[in-house]
């Protein structure tokens, strides 16, 4: 009598084996019911963690006998969508047909940087297992708004099945049976014949436990790597247990002590025992990642804006210490700390810059660092023959890298050199006799003595008083350019005798947007002319700053000696100016003259304490007169962030009440001497050690004093005649 299977009959009852699969689902169904723990400690975290963490475990291996599949799912949520999922060939299938979880159960993830202990799916192992790690699932939630989703059903295939036809009520099932294979091949001798993890021992043995790899799974900072690992057996496994471990799925290997692996490193491991009684252990999991570093460059720029001569320009020979090389753009990278020095090299990165503003990733006209290693350390030259005849240098730096696994491109940098203009020096006007006399002839040279005249420099001249000028690009309105002495008077008539010589000094034309036009030198060529002697003195007033200044003068004070700034806590003292004035004798028209020494002290002061600028006042006594020149100091504070010389304080002559081509080194005020029209001009002349000086600057080191000699000129402003 053949018998049928009666499928509502089978709907109503329960074999063996699906009693026992619907006792262990029940199970890890309830202790899957999350809990939630307000403001818990970390340690309660990780525990909640570990305690859900061994349930899905379970689950899955409930899942995966009932005919589940977890083979193509890479992630933690992917997993718990799977085990929600109920079978579609119901009536089939021995086993548990529902979901394994609940269908509420979320996976929370994030990836912080934080290192903590989360939870990573490894689907090589089928299983979830707990690491320190920057990523994975920070804990399990119960989300209502999961109950809503409509989790389609899935075919399960187990070896063995209800059978749906007429005949007997069992049939088997085409099934891949895993069978093990064992390790390709082992670096020490004597070790045991070696399993996947479990399976080896006798029916009544007991298995060891997965051995613990440390650091745990997760990615790591770049310069974590090469990284240490060590593998230790489970304190409950016997003393003589022995690990075995694989790197890449590679050769099983005797684990011996720590070893180093790089980025991107998968390793497996599992203990074993010569004790045929105990069972190989389930493998245990690592994967290393490193973070993907962003490069970022620090760019430093010695000095900016730059002269002509701290550019390499070309300058005239003299009685003068040539300045320094200037130092170059200095490229490096900011977070190198977070780059180990193996990957600082032209094979992971390479950097690029160009002068003229284009896109460094892509300009034709891009420059590169060439090839280095073990670190980077660039330069970038920006001496005169990169502007290539322009008054703006802008360089654009980026870091390109040549390997995505490692770095990537770092954000484009860009600064801006500018010009720091030059005042040319006032040419000189040289009589060939001490007396003028009908045929003299006139010489007019250049000031070389100081190291800031450019090669090429040009003097025009007139000799009718008037002023040669200038187009506003370093070229003259009028006159005659200067090729070598000459005689001013020379064709006139008899009843001539005299001439106003005015003279200027140009810079070259290739190079005029460096340089502003020199102060106007004026010479009277007369005869008799006059000559005076006396004394020099002079005095600050009208301090002006910030709402914060701190300073000797207020109000209508006058002092010979300035002082301003809160030094603070930096102990060097505030900043102060004093002027000493001197006697001169023998004084003519256009004749320069010593009429004292100007000191300055630098010392170190809050920004918001500082003088901006002061009055200058300078009495010239002589013959029983006393005549007044006024003039304005403008205070220049540096931040202190480079050298020395970058550091340096300076005072300059303000030109914001006079023509622009004075530079500030004109009187406002004209006295009139035997019938003419004069102004008093002063410049900085020779300095002491700390300081350095131009026409109308004067440069003092960070913390230093230093002297400056004044000078000054009485030039006619009007004819003679």
């Keep these: 009598m053949e018998t049928k299977p009666n499928p509502k009959v089978r709907s109503r009852a329960f074999s063996l084996i699906e009693l026992l699969t619907v006792v262990a689902a029940v199970a890890v169904i309830g202790s899957l019911a999350v809990v939630v723990i307000g403001n818990a400690s970390s340690s309660v975290k990780e525990t909640k963690l570990e305690q859900e963490v061994t349930s899905l475990n379970t689950a899955i291996e409930v899942f995966l006998s009932s005919g589940g599949s977890l083979s193509d799912i890479d992630t933690a949520q992917g997993v718990l969508t799977e085990l929600k999922r109920a079978a579609a060939n119901e009536m089939q299938v021995v086993g548990l047909r529902g979901s394994v979880v609940d269908v509420r159960l979320q996976a929370v993830e994030d990836r912080n940087g934080e290192l903590r202990v989360r939870a990573i799916w490894m689907a090589d192992l089928g299983k979830f297992v707990l690491a320190e790690s920057d990523s994975g699932v920070r804990e399990f939630v119960l989300n209502d708004e999961l109950a809503k989703v409509d989790y389609s059903n899935v075919a399960r295939n187990t070896s063995l099945i209800y059978n749906d036809a007429d005949g007997w009520v069992w049939e088997t099932n085409e099934f891949n049976f895993v069978t093990n294979t064992g390790p390709t091949s082992v670096v020490t001798t004597n070790a045991p014949t070696l399993g996947t993890g479990g399976t080896s021992g006798s029916a009544n043995g007991s298995n060891l436990n997965p051995p613990i790899i440390s650091p745990g799974a997760g990615s790591l900072p770049l310069a974590a790597f090469p990284l240490q690992v060590t593998i230790s057996k489970h304190s409950a496994d016997p003393v003589d247990t022995s690990i075995y471990y694989s790197t890449q799925s590679g050769t099983w290997i005797l684990y011996t002590g720590p070893f180093a692996v790089g980025p991107g490193t998968q390793i497996q491991a599992y203990s074993s025992h010569e004790d045929p009684e105990i069972g190989e252990s389930d493998r245990s999991g690592a994967y290393y990642l490193n973070d993907i570093e962003e490069l970022s460059l620090a760019i430093t720029v010695p000095k900016n804006p730059i002269t002509y001569a701290e550019a390499g320009g070309a300058l005239e020979e003299g009685d003068y210490t040539p300045i320094e090389p200037l130092a170059p753009i200095t490229v490096a990278l900011a977070n190198g700390d977070q780059i180990p020095a193996r990957y600082q090299d032209s094979s992971n990165f390479q950097v690029y810059w160009t002068y003229d503003g284009s896109d460094p990733l892509s300009s034709p006209e891009r420059q590169d660092s060439g090839s280095f290693s073990g670190g980077y350390n660039g330069a970038i030259d920006y001496t005169l023959p990169r502007w290539d005849g322009a008054t703006l240098l802008p360089v654009k730096v980026v870091a390109l890298s040549n390997n995505a696994s490692v770095v990537t491109n770092s954000a484009v940098n860009a ?193 918001a304490s500082a003088a901006s600028a002061v009055d200058f006042t300078v009495q010239l006594e002589f013959g029983g007169e006393a005549m007044q020149f006024d003039y304005g100091f403008d205070l220049l504070t540096t931040p202190n962030t480079g050298t020395d010389w970058e550091n340096a304080d300076y005072v300059w002559f303000n030109d914001s009440d006079i023509d622009s081509l004075s530079v500030g080194t004109q009187s406002a005020q004209t006295v009139n001497l035997y019938g003419s029209d004069y102004r008093l001009n002063l410049e900085f002349g020779e300095t002491s050690a700390d300081g350095f000086s131009s026409v109308d600057q004067f440069h003092v080191k960070e913390a230093r004093a230093a002297s400056a000699k004044l000078y000054a000129t009485l030039v006619s402003v009007g004819s003679w005649w």
């Design 415 to 607: 600064v801006t050199i500018d010009v720091n203009l030059t005042t040319l020096r006032s040419p000189a006007v040289v009589f060939d006799s001490e007396n003028t006399e009908r045929g003299d002839t006139i010489e007019i040279s250049k000031l070389v003595d100081y190291g800031d005249m450019p090669v090429g420099a040009r003097i025009y001249y007139t000799t009718d008083g008037s002023d040669p000028g200038s187009d506003g690009n370093g070229n003259p309105l009028s006159g005659t350019l200067y090729t070598g002495a000459f005689d001013p008077l020379h064709g006139a008539g008899e009843w001539e005798t005299g001439a106003v010589i005015n003279a200027r000094v140009y810079p070259p034309q290739e190079y005029a947007g460096w340089f502003q036009v020199s102060p106007l030198t004026t010479s009277d060529y007369i005869l008799p002319g006059w000559e005076i002697s006396g004394e020099a003195s002079g005095w600050f007033s009208n301090a002006e700053g910030g709402s914060g200044l701190v300073s000797n003068l207020w109000g209508d004070d006058t002092n010979d000696y300035f002082q301003w700034g809160d030094p603070g806590s930096w102990g060097t003292g505030a900043n102060w100016l004093y002027f000493d004035g001197s006697s001169f004798e023998n004084v003519g028209s256009d004749e320069r003259f010593e009429i004292g020494v100007l000191s300055y002290y630098n010392g170190t002061i809050s920004m």
